[in-house]
């Protein structure tokens, strides 16, 4: 089966927009992770800075799928590999 | 970027590498890219603010000038932060640490000085990420021996092995890839609104400067200097001590 390479392309838009629907995994952990550090200084207001920094590594280790999403888009939209 | 992104009329959006000058290097084409144009740049800036810091040093005084204190400062962090995640460790990665660190945060926040940052590139944070991964290793095998190298590989059961040896290969594709992800996000979004909103830029990036690369880069480069403490000290410990 032969295809054009616009239909192709438009195709790679849609992936790369449906890749992306995995920043919303992320979102809610780092929403939770956010929280819960929230309510940890509120019981605790003296470790606050040793808090954030954990909740900032957390989140950081946690956007990494988000990002892996991101990155298949970036791939399907820019370097096209799927383009004869 | 032709018919990439329909919206850009005229204006290209363009955050991708390019190559300046190819050369042939036995028998193959060799391109020297942006990424080594600003990765020169960066360690240019790092080598004169070491020459001031070091000459600061030298001359020394009681009562620290400005610069003095800044430098002190930093030391002092970067000593802190090892201190407090490695341990009796430390001394030994010190060095190490502390050059990636200043490293890679130069490298993310140089897109405040228009160039693209080097840590956009892959191959850029994939070599880190290959440092890190043979540091462990070298450290793993120097600390617990062979036997204690199999035996972790066997964790909990001989047929898991497979499994094991897949997580580590994965430590330094991930570690990368989450440093190039996030900076390359950064300076896709950045690309954009200067190319498709190229007359309504004005001022407020700023401010989308400030998290991108500000603030994205600083704890961009602190997650990777922070695994990368962990990991090694994870292989340093042996059930001993």
Redesign the interface.
């Known amino acids: 089966m032969e295809f054009n390479t ?1 239909f192709i ?1 438009g195709c790679s838009a849609i992936g790369a927009g449906l890749a992306v629907i995995a920043g919303i995994g992320p979102g809610v952990g780092q929403g939770i992770a956010a929280g819960h550090a929230a309510a940890a200084v509120g019981r605790n207001p003296g470790a606050k800075s040793d808090i954030t ?1 954990t909740m ?2 957390g989140q ?2 946690a ?2 799928t988000g ?2 999403g ?2 298949v888009a ?1 791939l399907l ?2 370097v096209k590999p799927l383009v004869p | 970027m032709g018919q990439g992104i329909l919206l850009s009329e005229g204006t290209s959006v363009d955050f991708m590498i390019h190559g300046v000058f190819s050369y042939e290097l036995f028998g193959q084409t060799v391109w020297i890219t942006t990424t080594h144009v600003c990765v020169l740049i960066v360690m240019l800036i790092i080598m004169a603010f070491c020459l001031f810091a070091n000459r600061a040093i030298r001359h020394a005084t009681e009562v620290p000038g400005a610069f003095q204190n800044v430098v002190e400062l930093i030391v002092e962090m970067l000593d802190g932060m090892i201190g407090g995640v490695m341990g009796k460790y430390a001394v030994n990665f010190r060095n190490y640490i502390g050059t990636i660190f200043i490293f890679i945060l130069t490298s993310n926040i140089s897109g405040l000085l228009g160039l693209r940052p080097p840590t956009a590139d892959y191959g850029v944070t994939f070599a880190l990420g290959i440092i890190t991964f043979v540091l462990i290793h070298f450290n793993k095998f120097k600390h617990q021996k062979v036997s204690g190298v199999l035996k972790g590989l066997c964790e909990p059961w001989p047929i898991w092995a497979p499994i094991n040896i897949i997580s580590d290969l994965a430590v330094p594709i991930s570690l990368s890839l989450r440093l190039f992800a996030n900076i390359l996000s950064g300076t896709a979004i950045m690309a954009l609104i200067y190319a498709l909103l190229n007359k309504f830029a004005v001022i407020w990036p700023a401010a989308l400067h400030v998290y991108f690369d500000l603030f994205s880069g600083a704890i961009q480069t602190y997650v990777f200097c922070m695994l990368t403490m962990t990991y090694i000290t994870d292989a340093c410990t042996t059930e001993e001590n």
């Open positions: 616009n392309l920094s900032l590594l950081a280790v956007e990494t990002l892996y991101l990155l970036i939209l820019f």
